[in-house]
Structure formats: C-alpha cells, structure tokens
C-alpha cells in the first residue's frame, strides 16, 4: 500500500484529470461551472464528452451510463456501450457532448409516485457538472440528475442541489450584514456508515436476510454487546482484509475513507470518510455502499446495510456530519475568535434552532423507513423524538442570552453579542450525548438519525431548506434594520428564546424525556406512517416553494412512495415470516418431537418410562401448537390489509407487525427447546459469532 497518493482518485476525472485532458478553456469554463453552480455552456459539452471518452476509453472502459439516484433507495444505471459503426463492420469508439449532457433511460419502472404516467415513460437523465464522473468496472459513470419530461423531480440529487443553492443565496446575503462578501456558500458532509459483516454461507441459509436484509426470526444468543468487548475491539483477519480492500476500492474513486473500526454489536463495523461538499459526499456515500457490498462478496462475506439485522443488539446508522461554509473555506459553524465572528456563530446556531424546531416533522420523515423503525427509540439509536444536544458550556451561553444575564466563565466573562469573546466552546470528546438525535460537536452538528442504509440527500436536504428559510427570515429583518447590532442581539435573543424547547442536554432513551417533551409541545413521531402524513402540512409544502426546492406535487409523490415503499416492506416480511413458519419452523418443531416420540416408544418397549421424553413431547407439541395459531393470525391480518395506501401503512404498523411480532416471540422460544441439528437455520450465535 505504499502507492496510496497514486492511486488515490485513479478511477476518476477529478480536477487533476480535467487540467490534464481538458482544452485550457474549456477547463476553465467548466471549473466555473462546478464552483458556482452556473448553468453548463452546451458549447463545451463535446470537448468534455470526447476528453472523458478518452481517459475512460484508455483505463479500459467499454460502456457509459448516466448514473442516478431515483427515489428508491439504490442508484440506477443503463450502459451504453461506446462503440459506434463506422461501416464495413467497423467501429469506433464514440462518446457526444450531447450524450454526456443529456440521456433517456427507459425509465418508466421507477417509482414517480403518479408524477409520470408509466405510458409516457420518457424521464431523462442531465449531467451533473458538479460532481465528478468516474469508472466503476467497465463503465464511465457519469452523475446524472433525473426528470420528467414536465420537468417534475424523479430523483433525490436534484433536490439536494437545490437545496444548496437555497441555502447559499441566503447565506451570502446573510454574511454581506456582517461585512462579509462571499460568491457561494456550501454545505459541507461527512456520514458515518455502519454495517455488519457476516459470512456469504449462513447468509445463504437464511430466506430472511435474502428477501428482507433483516432476521425476522433468531432468538438472542448467549452473549450479545453487554461485555462491551467488540466496540474499537481488535478486528478479525477476515475483516481487516475486507476493510483493507474496502479503503483501497474507495479511494481509487476518490472517497476520502479515513477511519474504520469496530462497532458496539458484534459484526458490527464503522466507515467514516473525510467531509466534503454535500453533493458528492451523497454520491459517495451511495457508491460506499455498493462497493462495501462488492468487496465482502470478494470475501466470502455479506455486508448488510440494513438498519436492524439482528433484534438485541445494536442497528445500524449513519451520523450525517453537516456544516457550512464559504467558498473560502470559512466553517460558519465554528466558533470564531473575535467578538463579530462569535456573533456571526451565534447567528448561524439560531438559525439551525430554530430550523430544527420548526421541521422536526421533516427531520424526521427524512429518516422514516420500516428498517429505521426498528431502531428510532429503541434505546440504542436516538429517539424519534428531535431534539438539540449543544453541550454544557454553549447552553450556559445561549441561556444568558436568554435572561439578559451575563454570562460568567471562570468568573470573568460577559456575554454581550457582537462585543465580548464567547469562551472558547471546547469541542468535548469525553461527554458527548449519545442519545440527541442532533448534536453539536465543536464546528458542526451530528444528525444521528439517517438508518444506514439511507441516501443522505434526503436528511440534507431539509436541513439545507429549512435553515435557508430562517436565514431568509433574518436577512429580510436586517437588511431593513436601522442599526445593525442592536437588531442582531434583538433577533438572536427573540428567537433563542422562542426556540428554546427544541434544545436538550439530558438522557435522549428515559421515559422523562418522552413526558417532558410533550409537556413542551415537541412531536413524537415512532412509526414511519404517522410521520409521513405530515410530509405535505401547509407549512412545508410552503417551505420548500419558498426556497424553490420542490412543488406540491414532488411533495407528494414522494409521500406516497415513501408509504408505499413502508407498505410493500412490511408485506414482504410477513409473507416470509410466513413462508420460514410453514416450511422451516414448523416442520422443524415436528420433526424434534416426532423423534423424540421414537424413543419413547423404544424406551416403553424395553420397560423404561421415558418421563422426560413426554414432558419435551407436551412443551414442543403445546409451543408448536401456539405457534401454529400464532401463524393463522398473521395470515389473516395480511389478509385485511386495506387497499387504500395510508390506511394500509397505518394498518400495517398497528396489525401486521404485533401479529409478526407475537409469532416470532413463539419461535424463538422454540429455538432455545429444539436440538441444535433440527434448527434449520443459522443461529445468532452462528451468524454474529463467525471466525
Ligand atoms: P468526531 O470525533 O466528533 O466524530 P470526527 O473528526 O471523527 O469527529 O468527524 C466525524 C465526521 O464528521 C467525519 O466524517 C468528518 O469528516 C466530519 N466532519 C468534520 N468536520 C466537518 C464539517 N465542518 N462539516 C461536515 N462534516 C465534518
Ligand atoms: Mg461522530
């Protein structure tokens, strides 16, 4: 590994590719583009086109594709290949501006939640410039945003691309108040992915993982994580291995993989690259996760991205790291060292409160799934109820700000806004809260909800929207302000104040919490179907209008195909619980008591009494039973699922889950009771326990 600088970004046509291959001006006219997020000059497409043809062409690249993020959590692709005839059965290899601008994939399997009648199936595909194309196997992939032909929104980048503009325009009027002039401000991310490894052979044995990503049946090993000894434990071989050539893999398409260790449950592991802007830390998240899926299959082994793989012990999520900052590379969420940058802090922290107060609904429909269900409150991931973590120090700042008190640090500190130094915000590693749903750490704030196997545009791009809505809010107040500073304090101190139910230092998992936030009016929203029914409230289709991210109807599309992906999950589980009862556990509980009632027979015959046999023989045969009633329940329910989509998704969550729930807690029962060799599955033990 010593070629590391080498081979860093080698599979993409980064900026150094660009200035190598690219014509000086067209250079320069795309770089314009990528850092100001201006309009592509068509002119300069097939100068590109043929520039990246021939990088991909002599890295061995046979095909292209547009590469893009529909609303379904994966990304898509169609290739093409290069070759163009030329006669005489002949070709070459051919790549247009026009191709790389503009593609059409028969798109009409995609979800558009009725944007797109399937008749009229033409969505296309438009490069996105400011993000780099890179080679994936054989193929150049080129980043693509994806649309209607009406020009409605089908995909999940190009709303996240509007949303940094959003917030940018706004920023940048924002920072003139403060003396500041600035082209562009960015939002920049870093996520955090967790996932489990687990060996490719018992993966292969479990109809659960296969069609669901998660167990739906497994009763809890012996030892879970209560011995603390996995997390930042030594790491298998086996899995050193894999992440080696994880890192390798994503740093060849310049993902900046920085940290990998262990994590709490046992197979559970942690990648977590350097930040950068949020666009491409979305693409690269997305590709992240392909790749780790490539690279353990390369290992015999199976990476499960799914939020809750195994019941008892820990799911999995991705911290979406998230900050802004101007073109310059000014963090504005960092604390500064002169009064002025402390007051510009300040502002920016009151516009994310208040943000975060006034979407906690789109927090945390952004982060809703079937998978993530199972984690949100379950007092191992945070709460679904949002709140803000902002560490001791900053809170005793915010609440002087508050009262009008001064703000005593060490006995000598006043808080003024805009006229005293803060106290230096120290950013604490040893006391961080691990239940706030949303942190500060020091010069961003963690979202600590995304499930790890979501795409983080989603997360980004309400944060983005709504914090350049407050951003809005304040520059128009301001910028009509008599004298500034004295508005500036009037502004923070109203809105921290109005705001201040939102900020919570304390146990995010106790029951207090739960109670204290409904006395304060915050919303708790456990199950995906009730968040998602106020995706489109007034209030945000009016936010997102505002901030020209999306329409009525983009809202609700994807309200719909985020229930009806809930809905089509939770089907899925239970036709295979199902499907696991009828022909796995079932027959399996049947054949262990069959054969002890072999033996019993034997034993009778040569005069033994068999005592225990028959009591094994009742328990079994009384369980099975239960189960098998437990088993007509859930069938039933299934079988009244209504076919109105909300109603469904509701039923689902309060019928078809508790009538899984109750069967699987029958099963696993019996799979303490039933002789290891008639268990027809991988235990936990087994599968979180590998070598
Ligand atoms: P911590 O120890 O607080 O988790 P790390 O340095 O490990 O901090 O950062 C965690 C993640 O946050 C990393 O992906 C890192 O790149 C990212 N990060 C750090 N600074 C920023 C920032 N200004 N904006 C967005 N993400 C950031
Ligand atoms: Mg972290």
Redesign the pocket.
Request: proline share 8%.
């Given at each position: 590994m010593s070629k590391v600088p080498e081979l860093f970004g080698c599979n993409v046509f980064g900026d150094s590719a660009m200035r190598e291959k690219l014509p000086r001006d067209v250079y320069k006219a795309l770089r314009h583009t990528m850092q100001n997020g201006t309009a592509l000059d068509p002119q300069i497409a097939d100068a590109v086109a043929s520039a990246m043809r021939d990088w991909a062409v002599a890295k061995g690249a046979t095909h292209y594709t547009h590469w893009f993020q529909p609303m379904t959590g994966v990304t898509a692709e169609k290739h093409d290949a290069f070759i163009s005839p030329i006669g005489e059965g002949k070709i070459i290899m051919e790549f247009s501006g026009k191709e790389l601008i503009k593609g059409e994939p028969d798109a009409s399997s995609f979800p558009s939640g009725g944007l797109r009648a399937t008749f009229e199936a033409r969505g296309y595909t438009t490069w996105d410039p400011t993000s780099y194309a890179f080679i994936k196997d054989d193929t150049l992939c080129i980043p693509t945003a994806f649309c209607s032909y009406t020009g409605d929104i089908l995909d999940k980048k190009t709303p996240l691309l509007r949303s940094m503009e959003a917030i940018s325009r706004q920023a940048v009027r924002v920072l003139k108040l403060f003396g500041k002039h600035v082209e562009r401000v960015l939002t920049?991310?870093?996520?955090?992915q967790e996932y489990f490894l687990i060996s490719k052979e018992d993966y292969q044995k479990r109809p659960d993982l296969i069609l669901t990503g998660r167990t739906l049946f497994g009763a809890k090993a012996p030892k879970g994580q209560e011995m603390d000894d996995h997390y930042f434990g030594s790491i298998r071989p086996k899995v050193k291995r894999f992440m080696n050539e994880l890192d390798e893999e994503l740093w060849k398409l310049g993902i900046y993989s920085?940290?990998e260790h262990n994590e709490a449950a046992p197979g559970q592991h942690e990648m977590?690259?350097?930040?950068t802007t949020a666009n491409l830390a979305t693409d690269q998240n997305q590709l992240t996760m392909e790749i780790m899926r490539r690279v353990a299959n390369r290992h015999g082994l199976v990476c499960l991205l799914h939020e809750k793989p195994f019941e008892g012990v820990n799911g999995s999520g991705k911290?979406n790291?998230?900050?802004i900052?101007t073109d310059s590379g000014e963090?504005l969420?960092d604390p500064g060292k002169t009064p002025m940058d402390n007051a510009q802090f300040l502002f920016f922290l009151t516009a994310v409160i208040k943000a975060v107060d006034e979407y906690q609904d789109l927090l945390r429909i952004s982060v809703a799934s079937a998978g993530n269900d199972h984690r949100l409150g379950g007092n191992e991931a945070p709460p679904a109820i949002v709140s803000i973590y902002v560490g001791d120090e900053l809170d005793a700042v915010i609440r002087s700000i508050i009262d009008g008190t001064s703000y005593i640090q060490n006995g000598k500190t006043t808080m003024d806004i805009g006229v005293t130094t803060l106290p230096r915000i120290p950013?604490d590693?040893s006391d961080r809260n691990r239940t706030s749903p949303f942190a500060f750490?020091?010069?961003?704030f963690?979202f600590r909800m995304p499930g790890s196997s979501f795409n983080i545009a989603c997360a980004n791009i309400m944060l983005n929207s709504a914090v350049a809505d407050e951003l809005m809010q304040f520059a128009d107040e301001l910028e009509k302000a008599d004298e500034f500073e004295p508005a500036l304090n009037q502004l923070i101190r109203r809105e921290l104040t109005a705001h201040s139910r939102i900020l919570f230092n304390g146990n995010g998992y106790s029951d207090e919490w739960t109670i204290e936030a409904a006395r304060r009016g915050l919303l708790n929203l456990p199950s995906t179907p009730e968040a998602l029914l106020r995706y489109t409230d007034r209030k945000n289709v009016e936010m997102f209008a505002r901030q020209g991210v999306y329409n009525y109807q983009e809202m609700q599309s994807r309200q719909d195909i985020t229930m009806e992906e809930y809905a089509k999950t939770i089907h899925i589980e239970a036709l295979t619980s199902l499907d696991m009862l009828d022909k796995m556990i079932i027959p399996a509980c049947m054949e262990y008591s069959g054969e002890i009632a072999k033996g019993v027979a034997a034993k009778v015959q040569i005069g033994i009494e068999a005592l225990s046999e028959k009591r094994a023989i009742e328990m079994l045969t009384e369980k099975t039973a239960q189960l098998m009633t437990a088993r007509d329940d859930l069938v039933e329910a299934v079988a009244r699922e209504p076919a109105e989509l909300n109603a469904r998704g509701l039923y689902q969550h309060e019928v078809v889950i508790p009538a899984m729930e109750r069967a699987r807690a029958i099963a696993d029962d019996l799979e303490h009771r039933v002789a290891k060799k008639y268990w027809p599955m991988p235990t936990y033990a087994d599968l979180l326990f590998y070598v």
């Open positions: 920049t991310v870093g996520p955090e920085k940290t977590a690259p350097i930040f911290h790291n998230w900050s900052a963090n969420l950013k590693t750490t020091g010069n961003k963690e």
